[in-house]
């Protein structure tokens, strides 16, 4: 996710960490820009007309189209894959409409998304205490504790994946020409489906300059780092260079849905997930949360009616583009979130709406709130561990929503503080000297960036922590479970989210809460407690438990 300080406890912000940025999807260069839905593309909006998008009741198109024009609206285009309307209004336009009974939410087609990555970003308060001794494998595998947490190193030469598995990154981009990970990335089928928006709606800086003439990026572009880092765990190579991910035969397709900012839009998070299902995406990532809304409420009693259709919208609209994902073979994988919270038994929210800034309040909300996509029905929700096996201090959890945990990496999960206790793993090379995290001479300024030139060429690694992390390790067993159970199909192989859930719950190690249930995190002065519920089986910290790529790798059906 993109918005990574939403939700930061004390402990947490005392790390000074900054906030992650998105990017948002362009089209291939090499297929053009596909069709997200079975209606026309949308013409040009005239100046002064803001677009929403209209959710009608499933069979009542027609009567939403004359609500839109009642309303005084204009409907450009309808999209009855998930089912609403996009439309232009004035004043009074989303009130107006959403008061049909056939409407059941309405939205500006505005940004909603963060990702949920931390950068670790003072690297003088993060000293490389790790001393790191030679092994077999690639060059920086000593580095990848996180592999060796979950047994991908040994399933590596044993199921290293199948190229005919594609894997969906809907992230901020990947970085398709970075040398650890050209060798799996599919540029023909990867897509760009956001423009980048210099201003947001205040006038103020949001994405900045445009980098491409038409602000739209190329596919294999990540102007942020985090889509790439999250790629790079799945499936970086097993070629003689940096690191190897969970499943380095599979193929990584590029969906992206992310600014540069950070920020994710409603509409092309929902194409991302209709064209993964449409080209025969196997599995899809999807390390970020929906914004402006960090928790969406049906009807806050805090919130005006126009909030209230807003929120309403966004968890219909990904929904509904999740259920058809999943209906078409997709099974889907979400980050669980980095606010240190009880998604079950949360009280307050005072992130919302984080869109555009500044407009944020506080307001009480209860369990009927939901973190989206990592609450939506049908997505496995990853909470993340530090290097000692524990729940990350920053990660989100809770009984009904965490279903298992994988390793996110946590700075903290040990005496002082330490870089290498984050995720080690790909950064494009021209995000790492835009932020001043290398130098002049190639050379790393600190611990947090690793360098590995064995080849020659060399290429660029980062230390990042986050739930963001921790979620492409559980995408990347599954696409192992899929390299080894999949049938011929649609994309190259195909295997029911139903029966990958399953097995993905059955291969990963069980883990009990702590005892006592009550974990104290103290740190830097700080002192929180979460409380962990469950059993072995099943519990608010681990879920159905940490994610095995070795039993994934090696257990039968």
């Known amino acids: 996710m993109r918005r990574v300080a939403s939700g930061m406890t004390a402990l947490a912000a005392a790390l000074t960490l900054a906030a992650c940025s998105a990017t948002v999807p362009r089209p291939s260069q090499a297929g053009g820009d596909p069709e997200p839905s079975q209606a026309h593309r949308e013409p040009e909006t005239a100046p002064g007309r803001p677009e929403y998008l209209v959710f009608y009741a499933w069979g009542h198109k027609s009567q939403a189209k004359a609500a839109v024009e009642r309303a005084g609206g204009t409907t450009l285009s309808d999209d009855t894959k998930l089912g609403y309307l996009l439309a232009t209004g004035g004043d009074g336009f989303q009130t107006a409409v959403g008061d049909d009974p056939s409407v059941v939410g309405v939205t500006p087609d505005r940004s909603i998304g963060r990702t949920s990555g931390r950068f670790i970003t003072d690297p003088a308060a993060l000293p490389d205490e790790q001393a790191f001794t030679e092994r077999n494998g690639e060059p920086l595998a000593p580095r990848q504790w996180d592999m060796r947490m979950i047994g991908a190193d040994r399933a590596n030469t044993k199921v290293p994946g199948s190229r005919k598995v594609l894997v969906g990154v809907i992230d901020t981009g990947v970085d398709g020409k970075h040398p650890d990970i050209a060798p799996n990335f599919n540029r023909e089928l990867s897509r760009n489906f956001v423009t980048d928006r210099p201003k947001d709606d205040y006038g103020e800086t949001l994405d900045g300059p445009c980098e491409a003439p038409d602000c739209k990026d190329p596919v294999d572009v990540d ?267 649609k994309g190259g192989l195909e295997l029911a989210p139903d029966t990958v859930e399953k097995l993905l719950y059955k291969t990963a190690t069980p883990k009990a809460c702590p005892t006592p249930r009550e974990y104290s995190y103290d740190s830097l002065g700080q002192n929180q407690k979460h409380l962990c519920e469950g059993g072995t089986s099943d519990n608010g910290f681990y879920g159905h438990g940490v994610v095995n790529a070795w039993k994934a790798a090696t257990a039968e059906p």
């Open 223 to 489: 102007d942020d780092g985090h889509g790439t880092h999250v790629a790079s765990t799945i499936a970086s190579p097993i070629n003689g260079i940096g690191i190897a991910g969970v499943a380095p035969g599979v193929q990584i397709v590029n969906i992206r849905a992310g600014q540069d900012s950070g920020y994710f839009f409603l509409k092309p998070s929902m194409d991302a997930l209709t064209y993964a299902a449409d080209i025969g995406v196997d599995v899809v990532n999807m390390s970020y949360y929906v914004d402006p809304w960090l928790f969406n409420c049906r009807a806050n009693k805090s919130d005006t009616k126009k909030q209230q259709l807003e929120q309403r919208a966004i968890i219909t609209g990904m929904q509904r583009a999740v259920d058809y994902a999943r209906q078409r073979g997709v099974t889907l994988i979400s980050a669980l979130g980095n606010g240190s919270t009880d998604l079950g038994k949360p009280t307050i929210d005072r992130q919302s709406p984080g869109y555009p800034k500044g407009d944020e309040k506080t307001r009480q909300i209860d369990n009927s709130c939901i973190n989206v996509p990592a609450e939506s029905k049908g997505v496995i929700s990853v909470s993340a561990l530090g290097p000692s096996g524990r729940k990350a201090a920053y990660s989100d959890y809770g009984l009904e929503q965490t279903d298992v945990s994988a390793p996110g990496g946590d700075v903290l999960d040990g005496q002082g503080i330490s870089a290498t206790r984050g995720i080690l793993a790909a950064a494009p090379e021209h995000v790492l000297r835009a932020t001043g995290r290398i130098g002049r001479d190639g050379k790393p300024k600190g611990a947090d960036v690793v360098r590995d030139c064995t080849r020659g060429t060399c290429s660029y690694y980062q230390y990042l922590e986050g739930t963001s992390m921790a979620a492409p390790h559980a995408t990347g067993v599954a696409a192992i479970l899929i390299s080894r159970f999949g049938k011929p199909g």
